[in-house]
């Protein structure tokens, strides 16, 4: 396995993280998720040297911008709601962070996640 893949693989966790914040939706995170691994592998000689971190999350941001473009064009389905309570605050917590994330124009809401959920600074988000 190249140093590369082991990278890249390192970094599945975190991957899966953000999927699942950008998203809210477990499954269609682990898509975005095999996605952007798909990607990122079948790119690996255009990644010309740096934090592979930023690059993948580069990618998955915009793969993510992509399919939510692509749902804007669909008619809207109604939304099953999850009433399952969070396990680190309320129900009510819960879903007032989702209403305030989901207010949140993609770039915002993006780069609030990588910097509160994934630990990047501003300047490596203001990079992605």
């Not at 396995?1 to 914040?21: C, D």
């Not at 592998?41 to 399919?67: A, H, K, Q, V």
């Not at 396990?87 to 209403?99: L, Q």
Request: hydrophobic share 40%; aromatic share 4%.
């Amino acid at each position: 396995m190249t140093a590369f893949r082991t990278a890249v693989e390192s970094m599945i966790p975190a991957l899966r993280r953000y999927a699942r914040a950008l998203t809210r939706d477990a499954d269609l995170a682990d898509d975005l998720v095999q996605d952007t691994l798909v990607r990122a592998l079948r790119s690996e000689r255009l990644f010309i040297g740096g934090d592979i971190r930023s690059w993948l999350y580069t990618i998955m941001t915009n793969l993510n911008r992509n399919r939510r473009r692509s749902l804007a064009r669909r008619p809207a389905l109604m939304e099953l709601k999850d009433d399952t309570p969070d396990a680190n605050g309320t129900e009510a917590e819960g879903r007032d962070i989702e209403r305030a994330l989901a207010s949140l124009v993609d770039d915002q809401r993006s780069a609030l996640l990588l910097v509160m959920l994934e630990g990047l600074s501003y300047r490596e988000v203001s990079e992605i």
